[in-house]
């Protein structure tokens, strides 16, 4: 039951208790407290995600080098020419960049290395004149290929006719001769023996790619990519490293931890 004068809804406080008063700062370091705690997180998650990301970029650095080297070393090779049986396509002291190739993969008119043919040591540059199956031959002073002119410049074929021969390639043979005719060593020298002066294909093992002669080709697209990648790759290595590091100290200079500030009065 109420009593006079008393307003309904509010309970009145027993005599002698008192509400203690609320400190305005207290309130006002609780939520300064509160929000620099949730700040300081937010800071910290971010500079973990930079550094993640920079951490990434290191490893895509290193994959990519990884994959230029392994193109480079597993697929190309590079040699000097030594004479001039090549002359004036790649001269001595040239250098001549070779991939390697199955013996199906050989084709007529290119220059290959041809590993230690008939009774000589070591490798020889030549160029396919014809394979298994073709007709080559010197009569005359004229040169044919299954009867018709070769298809390559008429100074080249300056004298290809020293010496007369007809000759019909086996099947996985190769009939190699020297651009340089006046003095090259190549497979008409050599057609007395039992194969007519051809070789075996397994001995044409590496294409001529690319040169630094006279008309110099230029380089293969697989072989531009693997540059490239070789030249991106440690660079991207490098600076994302250096940044997960440089990111890693400067968080950690900028830490603050909560506790003291919500312990100042």
Wanted: net charge neutral.
């Amino acid at each position: 039951m109420l009593g006079t004068g008393s307003v309904p809804g509010r309970v009145r406080a027993p005599a002698g208790c008192h509400r203690p008063a609320r400190d305005p700062r207290e309130s006002l370091r609780m939520r300064t407290t509160s929000r620099g705690s949730n700040g300081g997180t937010d800071m910290k998650k971010r500079r973990m995600r930079l550094v993640w990301t920079w951490i990434a970029v290191a490893v895509a650095g290193l994959v990519m080098s990884g994959l230029g080297l392994a193109v480079v070393l597993t697929g190309y090779s590079l040699h000097a020419a030594q004479s001039q049986a090549m002359s004036p396509t790649v001269e001595p002291g040239d250098v001549l960049l070779t991939d390697r190739v199955d013996a199906s993969d050989v084709r007529r008119g290119e220059v290959y290395v041809v590993d230690s043919p008939w009774t000589m040591d070591g490798l020889v540059f030549e160029r396919v004149m014809a394979l298994g199956g073709d007709r080559i031959a010197c009569q005359g002073g004229r040169l044919t290929l299954n009867g018709q002119p070769p298809d390559e410049p008429a100074e080249r074929q300056k004298d290809s006719c020293r010496i007369d021969f007809d000759v019909t390639v086996q099947p996985g043979r190769a009939f190699l001769m020297g651009d340089f005719r006046a003095d090259a060593f190549g497979s008409r020298y050599h057609n007395d023996d039992d194969h007519q002066g051809t070789v075996d294909l397994a001995k044409v093992h590496e294409r001529v790619i690319w040169h630094s002669g006279t008309d110099t080709p230029p380089l293969p697209g697989k072989l531009v990519g693997a540059i490239v990648l070789l030249l991106v790759g440690p660079l991207l290595l490098v600076v994302g490293k250096i940044a997960a590091v440089i990111t890693t100290a400067t968080s950690g200079r900028h830490e603050r931890p909560d506790a003291p500030a919500a312990a100042q009065s």
